[in-house]
């Protein structure tokens, strides 16, 4: 059974930095993609960024710049390093994961974790 579990959210104030983490549990993605999608209330799901097989990385216009993604050598873990933090990035961060290929959009993702909240103050 595959697990993805997030950590590392909380309150930060506004230029302010939070690094999330993703661990996957049940198998690796060594030839698919992990990344972030993040939704924020009454908003849909939003595509922040994702790491794929080949260790390019990808990022949504609104977070680059500010946002790395990295991973392990295990390709297991995935990090989230959110730096420069406004209050519009306040909401949930979700891990996603494909087993191959890629992702853009919520539907092209596998698995998913639980979800960490991120809220940054003004």
């Known amino acids: 059974q595959v697990q993805l579990v997030e950590s590392g959210g909380g309150l930060v104030q506004a230029g302010g930095s939070l690094r999330l983490s993703c661990a996957a549990s049940?198998?690796?993605?060594?030839?698919?993609?992990m990344g972030w999608f993040r939704q924020a209330p009454g908003k849909e799901r939003m595509f922040v960024g994702r790491?794929?097989?080949?260790?390019?990385?990808y990022y949504a216009d609104s977070v680059k710049g500010r946002f790395t993604i990295s991973r392990d050598n295990a390709k297991t873990t995935v990090y989230l390093q959110m730096n420069s933090l406004k209050p519009e990035d306040t909401a949930v961060y979700y891990c996603?994961?494909?087993?191959?290929?890629?992702?853009?959009?919520?539907?092209?993702?596998?698995?998913w974790g639980q979800g960490t909240q991120v809220t940054v103050s003004s």
């Open positions: 790491i794929n097989w080949t260790d390019d990385t």
């Open positions: 996603a994961a494909r087993r191959e290929g890629s992702f853009w959009t919520p539907s092209g993702a596998e698995y």
């Open positions: 049940g198998r690796t993605f060594s030839r698919g993609a």
